[in-house]
């Protein structure tokens, strides 16, 4: 790790072609082109400790494989990884919602107590009968409590100076492991079109993520790229336990996979 720190930083960069109809800069101007920016059940949100220290009510698994194969792309408003490979995915309430894709913002959408912490990465769901998305929000900072993440970092930020860049092996083994409470609450895409069809789950931990890491996403978008925390509008949230499928359960994945 020291020896990475040393290595300058280079941008993994966005091609002007990239550059699309929307922007962080003219956020009160979504609505213009994207009217679901208006509703009642948008995203983020702010969340409390008193919420996040509530006892779960519910439970979620995870099943990713132990690698994907990704296209990682710097759209201009987030570095994405999106899995050209079956990369597992989460069973909640019998349903199945495969992984798409990953991505970040800077510094978190959601707020604790009204405050932003470094990074977001957002694992984006979808449950394919029905198109309805499942995101998990995991948070990071310089002074999170934990360092899981660090290897998975090492392993999925690409060095070289191109707009895409093919990884074969995103060792999804390294996330799959970590059990832990979640945020869970009915809400929103936070980029347009906004579309209100996202069960949202936002990790109540704070990992933590090294400077050097920090700084490579920074240097990527070098702007924030992040939505404010929206109206309530009456929503609670709940308590879910995230928790890893092969762990608790013998009997086949793809069974339960097809059971819909
Ligand atoms: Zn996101």
Redesign the pocket.
Same mark, same amino acid.
Do not use: D, P
């Given at each position: 790790m020291k020896k990475k720190q040393k290595k300058q930083i280079k941008f993994f960069g966005a091609p002007a072609a990239h550059v699309q109809s929307w922007g962080y800069k003219d956020i009160s101007n979504w609505h213009e082109n994207h009217p679901s920016a208006l509703g009642e059940h948008q995203s983020p949100i702010n969340i409390t400790t008193e919420e996040m220290s509530e006892e779960p009510i519910g439970v979620f698994y995870t099943h990713y494989h132990d690698f994907g194969t990704a296209q990682v792309v710097n759209n201009g408003h #987030?570095v994405s990884w999106n899995f050209l490979s079956d990369a597992g995915g989460v069973i909640l309430n019998d349903k199945f919602y495969k992984l798409i894709s990953f %991505?970040h %913002?800077s510094p978190t959408?959601h707020t604790f107590n009204g405050k932003h912490l470094g990074l #977001?990465l %957002?694992f984006i769901h979808m449950h394919l009968e029905t198109g309805e998305l499942l995101?998990m929000g995991y948070n990071l900072d310089v002074d999170g409590e934990e360092l899981e993440f660090q290897g998975f970092l090492d392993e999925i930020q690409p060095e070289m100076s191109q707009d895409h860049v093919h990884l074969e092996n995103v060792r999804l083994s390294l996330i799959e492991e970590f059990e832990g409470r979640f945020v869970h609450y009915q809400g929103s895409l @936070? @980029?347009p079109p906004c579309t209100q069809l996202v069960k949202w789950f936002v990790s109540n931990h704070c990992h933590r993520i090294d400077q050097y890491h920090l700084d490579w996403f920074k240097a990527c978008i070098p702007h924030h790229n992040h939505r404010e925390a929206q109206p309530r509008n009456e929503r609670c949230t709940k308590i879910y336990e995230k928790r890893t499928w092969s762990k608790h359960f013998k009997h086949s994945w793809e069974r339960v996979k097809h059971v819909e």
């Open positions: #987030a %991505h %913002h959408e #977001a %957002h995101v @936070t @980029t």
